[in-house]
């Protein structure tokens, strides 16, 4: 159900992969390209966004926009930047590209559903017979739409190779993925379209979530608000940042790191259970006794709301938190902290988002300020696997004259 069907075959993907040892060779080939070494090179691409996304928020100053419909526009363009040096133009265009936001939601919502239930898929979209009618009432295809998200990236790719931007000094990702290894092609084409789709997958929406998670976060807290603006005014004084602002430079940042750890806590994007399978021979988890094959799992989201690990105002947004922390319960802290999942199939884009939104959050605010238009409206928040938010309509505002 979470394969996807590519010119030669169906295939697993890194996310669907089950066997622990073809994880591993799926995954040997392409975590160099999102090292924190390789994100150097692909800043150039990050920084043209937020650019673009500073623009706009210029010709904004003074009005109501959806701020959390502009970070997705956002980390699509820059994660169809980093990946296929391809900005598919959600800023510019100021809309949805070919629908592949909506696609993705759709598919979610099936996911999310008969993922819990997976005997249904074959009498859903499983079936072919389903699958075809489906197609002839747009707001049922919505829901099947993993055809249409392969498709949509295997055109981004024909585009690449048939070298229509011209990739030859390009350092994006998939020019790494890429790579040759005695003459050979490390990756069939079958792969790196995994790979690609992947990325779109896996690195739009959560980035969005986290994005709007700082942004509302820093609305309603006023105090942790003005000390991130305090902190970025001081470095600003100080020469300490560039223009734009680079991801090293952010790192050093400490309360903006701060503000994006404990965002990312108060919401982590995924909020269903990250599922395990208990090995050959069982274990034993919590003195309950687990046979082999059975699946256990954790949500992010309860994790994250442990009092015993984040103390008493473990629902409050903090960030002095992570800077207050002794050693010993630092460590209880970080362990315990799972937006981007834990062990062998930990995050590979974490990096990746955590450069996205190091420049962008000081680099805009450094210019503007956000203001809930209507603080006394809650946010409406859609669990379907990754959590997204809806209205966080604010007020833009312009820091300095
Ligand atoms: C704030 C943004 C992001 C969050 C919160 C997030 C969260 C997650 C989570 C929870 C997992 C599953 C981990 C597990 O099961 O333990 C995951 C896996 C993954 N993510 Fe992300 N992600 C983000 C951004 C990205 C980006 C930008 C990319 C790509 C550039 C990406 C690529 C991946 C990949 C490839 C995997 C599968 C790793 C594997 O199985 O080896 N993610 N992510």
Not at 9 to 22: H, N
Not at 112 to 138: C, E, K, M, T, Y
Not at 326 to 343: D, I, P, Q, W
Not at 373 to 395: A, H, I, N, S
């Amino acid at each position: 159900m979470f394969d996807i069907k590519t010119p030669s075959g169906q295939m697993p993907t890194i996310f669907s992969v089950r066997d622990e040892a073809l994880h591993k060779s799926f995954k040997r080939p392409v975590a160099g390209a999102y090292s924190l070494s390789s994100l150097k090179e692909l800043e150039p691409m990050n920084d043209a966004c937020s650019k673009i996304f500073t623009q706009k928020m210029d010709g904004f100053v003074g009005k109501d926009i959806d701020l959390g419909v502009w970070v997705h526009w956002y980390a699509w363009d820059t994660i169809s930047s980093i990946t296929f040096s391809n900005r598919l133009g959600f800023m510019e265009q100021e809309k949805d590209i070919n629908n592949i936001i909506a696609a993705i939601e759709g598919r979610l919502f099936y996911n999310s559903i008969v993922g819990q239930v997976p005997s249904l898929h074959r009498f859903l979209f499983g079936n072919r017979f389903v699958a075809w009618l489906a197609d002839f009432i747009p707001s049922v295809a919505i829901l099947n739409s993993s055809k249409y998200i392969v498709a949509f990236t295997a055109k981004q790719l024909e585009r690449y190779q048939s070298k229509e931007v011209n990739t030859s000094d390009l350092q994006d990702m998939l020019a790494r993925f890429k790579r040759f290894k005695d003459g050979e092609l490390v990756m069939s084409d079958s792969e790196l379209l995994s790979h690609a789709s992947g990325n779109i997958f896996a690195g739009s929406d959560t980035t969005a979530a986290s994005m709007r998670s700082i942004f509302y976060n820093l609305c309603r807290n006023g105090n942790a608000h003005r000390k991130l603006l305090d902190e970025i005014d001081e470095a600003d004084k100080k020469g300490e940042l560039s223009d734009p602002v680079t991801f090293a430079e952010a790192q050093n940042l400490k309360y903006l790191q701060a503000v994006i750890k404990e965002a990312l806590r108060m919401h982590p994007a995924v909020g269903l259970l990250l599922e395990r399978v208990v090995p050959a021979g069982g274990a034993e988890l919590g003195g309950v006794w687990l046979s082999e094959g059975t699946i256990v799992g954790m949500n992010p989201w309860v994790a994250a709301r442990d009092k015993a690990t984040y103390g008493e105002d473990a629902y409050q947004f903090r960030p002095e938190r992570w800077l207050e922390a002794g050693e010993e319960r630092l460590k209880v802290m970080e362990r315990n902290f799972m937006a981007f999942g834990a062990g062998t199939r930990t995050c590979l884009g974490r990096n990746v988002s955590l450069m996205e939104m190091s420049k962008l959050v000081p680099q805009v605010l450094r210019r503007f300020e956000f203001e809930l238009t209507e603080p006394e409206k809650e946010l409406r928040m859609y669990d379907y696997w990754f959590v997204q938010q809806k209205g966080l309509v604010c007020t833009v505002k312009r820091r300095h004259e």
